[in-house]
């Protein structure tokens, strides 16, 4: 049988080894030789033959011999380039694992381990190392870079609750945002707090509130709607400003940045737009810790009693939620992720019980304007 043309590289050396070839079907093998070949014919079995995948020549194939060897995949550094498509052709039909994949034993296994080691891994970053860190950082990062990093977060927060310019979605009515400081004047007559609130309502239909960092506090105009009252809305004020207080929302903002440049190099870049929504959806869900609710649920109540405003409708807010829970509605995002709202309503009412002297926070005029501030 005539031969065809190859070329064959030993794997040894740069030499390149002009060679012909034939195919033996009988003795399953292919045959090729050169003058330039110091070892004489090769024989390579039919059975080891393995096409090069990544072969750049279009029309032609590159073989190796599958052989045991350390590298990842088990394979001959030998090459043998074949450009004659007749005998490409044979060769595929002759060779059913021409294209197969060889792996050592317990390369899966391998690779299992190692992959549940980088999920560990990432995971106790996530969840150990980067927590501390966002602890350690709020306490050293000055008030006046928080106040300024906040502004642009919660900037971020209302684009991604759709507004399409700075300040399009703040609720401005002059009455409306009076009555809100005075609620605010309420709950901070006589306290010394560390940041200069500033407390804005977004006209947006979700049931929410969150604290960013800084000082900034943002109550969504879905949760004016669904409150029964303005003790209610200053029982949710209250909590969020116990998050402020306690650095919380920095915190948070800490956690996230961190997360989101682990998970950059994990799964892939994150351009800084794909950042900042991220950032702001995640402050925007308010999922804190239940220990850093606790703590918030507890300056709640403090500054109720302080400001002699009944805890009852902190109490009512709760149970609220607990009726969506329990009817399978879609739950609101305040709360969603919190701890169970029949046990924050019962310490609620365990708290009001309690109360001596409260007044309404509001007068009946200043809540109808607040719930119209968005009007």
Known sequence: MPGVAARYFDGRSAGRHDVDLVL????????????TLADGPQHWPFARLRAQRDHARKGGLTLMLHAPTGDEAPRDPARLTLTDTGTIARLRRLCPDLDKRDLHPGTWGRIAKRGALAV??????????????????????PIEREIAFGKAVTAQMEQALGAGRAGGLTCDDPDGQAALARMLDRLTAGRELQYDLQVVVFD??????FAAPGGQVVILRGLLDEASGADAVAAVLAHEIGHVERRDATRHALRAAG??????????????????V????RLIQSSYSREAEAGADRFALEMLNAARVDSSGMAEFFDHIGEMEGTGLSLPEYLASHPPSADRAEAARRNADAQERTAPVLSAADWLALKAICD
């Not at 560990?120 to 990062?141: E, Y």
């Open 24 to 35: 033996d079907e009988v003795g399953g093998q292919l045959v090729f030789d050169g003058p």
């Open 120 to 141: 560990a891994a990432v995971g106790l970053i996530l969840f150990v190392i980067l927590p501390r860190m966002a602890d350690t950082l709020s306490d050293l990062i």
């Open 204 to 209: 947006h239909e979700m049931v929410n509130a």
């Open 259 to 276: 997360s989101a440049g682990v998970l950059s190099m994990v799964l892939g870049d994150v351009t800084g737009g794909a950042f900042a």
């Open 278 to 281: 991220f950032l702001g959806e």
